[in-house]
T-cell receptor, first 115, second 109 residues
Framework: DADVTQTPRNRITKTGKRIMLECSQT?????MYWYRQDPGLGLRLIYY???????NKGEISDGYSVSRQAQAKFSLSLESAIPNQTALYFC??????????????FGPGTRLTVT | RKEVEQDPGPFNVPEGATVAFNCTYS??????FFWYRQDCRKEPKLLMS???SGNEDGRFTAQLNRASQYISLLIRDSKLSDSATYLC??????????FGAGTRLTVKP
């Protein structure tokens, strides 16, 4: 079984709808992240959380909100979806490695299309 | 200027070739560095961390030049299975990972 899972894997929704993307992990990591990936732009950080009581905005948090329901679960919400939120969304976890760095492990991604 | 810049490619090379990718970063406070590999429509996966002294993992060699704010990845004896997009990643303060847009590699028979 995958260590980081995302649901749904694909979603098409209409402008103005509320949508939630969910992420679960079995790696036991405290840190969780949400990114979006657009062609030619690389991954950009939306929100991150270092534990259940900790939520931090990333580079592009406007139009998004998150909830860290448990150590293993981190969900991303679009309160009122708009077409330029069409993208590939990745959840990631990280932990401190033996080499002294934080390495990230990604879920399989959710492809979201807003029409 | 982007915080992490990579040549987007594509690099098209024959099997067995040696290919090198470069990456520059703008934040001199960056603390750790990585190369990730991403296959089409899949998630990024860690290929290797990049250490100050340079490091090697089989056919892959990564180097870091802090003075020039430059990271490189060298792939020797390219295989068909090396075809992917390679992402340069810079971690500014253990909170903030910045990703390059990626360099696409196609290895041909």
């Amino acid at each position: 079984d995958a260590d980081v899972t995302q649901t749904p894997r694909n979603r098409i929704t209409k402008t103005g709808k509320r949508i939630m993307l969910e992420c679960s992990q079995t790696k036991g990591h405290d840190r969780m992240y949400w990114y979006r990936q657009d062609p030619g732009l690389g991954l950009r950080l939306i929100y991150y959380s270092f534990d259940v009581k900790d939520i931090n905005k990333g580079e592009i948090s406007d139009g998004y909100s998150v909830s860290r329901q448990a150590q293993a679960k981190f969900s991303l919400s679009l309160e009122s979806a708009i077409p330029n939120q069409t993208a590939l969304y990745f959840c990631a976890t990280s932990d401190f490695s033996v080499m002294g760095t934080y390495e990230q492990y990604f879920g399989p991604g959710t492809r979201l299309t807003v029409t | 200027r982007k915080e992490v810049e990579q040549d987007p490619g594509p690099f098209n090379v024959p099997e067995g070739a040696t290919v090198a990718f470069n990456c520059t970063y703008s934040n001199s406070a960056s603390q750790s560095f990585f190369w990730y590999r991403q296959d089409c429509r899949k998630e990024p996966k860690l290929l290797m961390s990049v250490y100050s002294s340079g490091n090697e993992d089989g056919r892959f060699t990564a180097q870091l030049n802090r003075a020039s704010q430059y990271i490189s990845l060298l792939i020797r004896d390219s295989k068909l299975s090396d075809s992917a997009t390679y992402l340069c990643v810079v971690n500014v303060n253990n909170n903030d990972m910045r990703f390059g847009a990626g360099t696409r590699l196609t290895v041909k028979p």
